[in-house]
């Protein structure tokens, strides 16, 4: 039997140099600003950014859609490696559905709750584990914001999206969320990102599968900024690395 799902997690960024940050420092959590409607009947859901790696299970024939909203300078993991440091599928919810109305009025009792004068330790904790659970909830279809542009009515639900959100306890002094105007402040924003190198998500040359650049012409400029990385790589993984480069030009016209 065929298997629907890939065995790679694609993470894709606009600039070649976020891509060799990724191979030089790994996965380092960047805030993102989610609107997630959790029901149409009750009004609660996400509206704030929060610290988050994404990676998407797509075959390399289904990804050309993706890479035009994200960027054509990727690199694909093998999902062993994913699982291994306890990745997991994003859970879409369709704003009708039971689903949405039983976690819609499950957060708003538990804000009315938090709203009370006082409020149970232990209460307290099983808020704070609804949140986590709850950042790995995503729209089914929605708007899109990106670079100050909006598309409207992506089905987000195409992009089998896994996600890595770091554990933030209560002591941290790092932001667990950011408000809207937070983020929208680019001095915040950019402090709050330099505090989260410390939950990055590292790996080895051999849980690689792909490296992606835009065309031919970028192949030897990666290559170079690889040798650069402070000897992190061998020459002979810089080899093998290499034969791992592919060109959205080459899936366009190949797969």
Not at 46 to 70: G, K, N, R, T, W
Not at 218 to 243: C, F, M
Request: proline share 3%.
């Amino acid at each position: 039997m065929s298997n629907i799902s890939s065995d790679s997690l694609f993470h894709f960024t606009p600039k070649q140099d976020f891509l060799v940050g990724i191979l030089e420092n790994g996965f380092i959590p960047r805030y993102c600003f989610e609107e997630t409607r959790l029901s149409s009947e009750i009004k609660t859901g996400l509206l704030s950014a929060f610290p988050m790696v994404c990676f998407c299970d797509l075959s390399l024939s289904q990804i050309l859609e993706h890479v035009e909203l994200y960027g054509s300078y990727g690199i694909g993991m093998r999902k062993d490696w994913g699982i291994k440091i306890k990745l997991n599928p994003v859970i879409y919810a369709n704003v009708d559905s039971l689903l949405a109305d039983s976690f819609g009025q499950l957060s708003q009792d538990i804000i009315d709750l938090l709203k009370t004068d006082e409020v149970p330790d232990k209460f307290a904790r099983a808020a704070h584990n609804y949140i986590k659970v709850l950042k790995y909830f995503k729209s089914y279809q929605g708007d899109f914001r990106r670079n100050g542009e909006l598309i409207t009515n992506v089905r987000f639900y195409n992009e089998r999206e896994w996600r890595y959100v770091p554990i933030v306890d209560f002591d941290e002094s790092i932001e667990g969320t950011l408000s809207l105007e937070e983020y929208n402040n680019s001095i915040k924003l950019e402090q709050e990102n330099r505090k989260l190198e410390k939950f990055k998500l590292t790996f080895k040359p051999e849980d690689i599968k792909y490296l992606f650049v835009k065309d031919e012409s970028e192949i030897h400029p990666l290559i170079k900024a690889v040798r650069e990385i402070n000897k992190k790589y061998s020459n002979q993984e810089i080899d093998i690395l290499t034969s791992k480069i592919l060109t959205v030009k080459q899936i366009k016209e190949d797969f």
